[in-house]
């Protein structure tokens, strides 16, 4: 006989957008096999805690909702970046139930299965096609690849997550196809490195509406380009392939937006990080991308006082900033984390120092965006709406990603829907965000 009521799962998900998506895909598989998710510890049967490694504060965060599950709940599996902690989350709770990985969806399910069996066999169309959201409903992260087969000093992540693994394109295509027609408005495409796309399976071609289309990434934008809805770009790097595809930025086929993380202007930290594509001349590239498409907005992360960072490494930094003019920026301090091979560079910074640059580095990152804000007051742009409150209505412009860039406020304007497109005139900025009204005819 089935259950009356099917057993619910609680579910905490920490981290980056990459491991959101995993969280999707996890609860995906949990609503197909017939879960409920609680929305509470209270009413959980048992609950999922997806862990973020990354940086120290991440993996304190991780031990702490941890510790907060088994607190409020008790019955607990851990899953994601933190599985390199296992035997640590053991020791301190004996009675977890168990430890799983990043991507090991069908592990942490069947974990799920065991400790609070399900009983009668699931409707597969009860679940939307486009997967359960941990997003709204118009905006969804689209993972084209996993893993990574960069060795930046300060980045523990190929070895938690392997080296570059790229989905097959049409199976990419497919689910945003599916996302798109379920009224997704807007893709937002994330790997660890997006420019490397298919250079693990050596661009194979796959079949996709009566073509065969190669796994890389100007195809990929492509097909992606062509299915009327925003497309934003993460986690780029500057490779000279990625000017392929500026000029459909250029058509409006993909949003002018690439979301680089340079972490340094430097060529002396570059090198001493092994970041990819350090060699690069980024000015000269920007300058490029913006005789393309001259509305092309860059967003960057930068990290202050890695080992061996001088003041003059610094200085040049600063300089790097002001001339650049990126739209959108984030800044770290360098922190050590346990495995990655920066600890153990020579010159790690003073604690003090480190503070006083990302003061500095903020200050002119705040100079920088308000002057290139400023020049948007006037013009008519595209807004997608995602929230409104009794004051009005909080959008986005093409310019900025959910969660990470500024907003767009529409005061007064209670009348319109999440997901909702419409043209504006931009009547006011400041350092982050820009005030706007509708364009009336
Ligand atoms: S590109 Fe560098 S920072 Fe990014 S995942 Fe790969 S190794 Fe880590």
């Not at 057993?7 to 949990?30: M, Q």
């Not at 986690?235 to 690439?258: S, T």
Request: charged fraction near 25%; aromatic fraction near 8%.
């Amino acid at each position: 006989m089935s259950q009356v009521h099917p057993p619910k799962v609680g579910f905490v998900s920490l981290g980056c957008p990459k491991a959101l998506v995993d969280s999707e895909r996890i609860l995906t598989k949990l609503r197909s096999t017939g879960y409920e998710v609680a929305p509470s510890y209270d009413g959980a049967d048992v609950v999922v805690v997806n862990t973020c490694g990354f940086i120290d504060s991440a993996r304190e965060e991780s031990f702490a909702a941890i510790q907060e599950a088994m607190n409020e709940n008790g019955r607990v599996i851990v899953t994601g970046c933190l599985v390199g902690e296992a035997a640590q989350i053991r020791e301190e709770h004996p009675n977890i139930l168990a430890v799983t990985g990043p991507q090991q969806y069908e592990a942490v399910v069947s974990e799920v299965q065991k400790a609070a069996p399900i009983d009668h066999n699931p409707l597969l169309d009860l679940v939307p096609a486009e997967g359960v959201k941990l997003t709204p409903r118009h905006y969804a992260y689209l993972k084209i690849s996993e893993g990574c087969n960069h060795k930046c000093q300060f980045c523990i992540i190929p070895s938690i997550r392997g080296p570059l693994q790229s989905r097959p394109i049409h199976k990419v295509l497919r689910e945003a196809e599916r996302l798109v027609e379920a009224g997704c408005e807007e893709l937002l495409v994330i790997a660890q490195d997006t420019s490397a796309y298919g250079l693990d399976v050596k661009y194979k071609p796959e079949p996709w509406k009566n073509e065969m289309v190669a796994t890389r990434f100007r195809e990929l934008c492509d097909g992606l380009g062509s299915m009327g809805a925003w497309v934003r770009l993460h986690y780029v790097y500057p490779y000279p392939h990625v000017d392929e595809v500026i000029p459909m930025m250029a058509d409006g086929k993909i949003l002018p937006y690439l979301d680089i993380p340079f972490q340094h202007a430097s060529p002396t930290v570059l090198k001493a990080m092994r970041r990819p594509a350090h060699g690069e001349k980024v000015l000269d590239r920007l300058e490029t991308w913006r005789n393309i498409c001259p509305d092309i907005a860059v967003r960057s992360t930068f990290i202050v006082g890695f080992p061996g960072e001088t003041d003059a490494d610094f200085e040049m930094l600063l300089n790097w900033l002001d001339k650049a003019e990126l739209n959108r920026v984030g800044c770290f301090k360098y922190e050590n984390v346990e495995g990655a091979r920066s600890n153990d560079l020579p010159g790690h910074v003073d604690e003090a120092v480190k503070e006083e640059r990302w003061h500095r580095f903020m200050a002119k990152a705040q100079e920088v965006s308000q002057r290139v804000l400023a020049k948007r007051v006037g013009r008519d742009i595209e807004v997608v709406v995602d929230e409104v409150d009794e004051e009005g209505a909080i959008a986005r412009s093409q310019w900025d990603a959910p969660d990470i860039d500024g907003c767009v406020f529409l005061n007064g304007e209670t009348d319109l829907a999440p997901g909702d497109r419409l043209q504006v005139t931009v009547t006011h900025s400041d350092e982050y965000d820009l005030w706007a009204e509708p364009v009336r005819n």
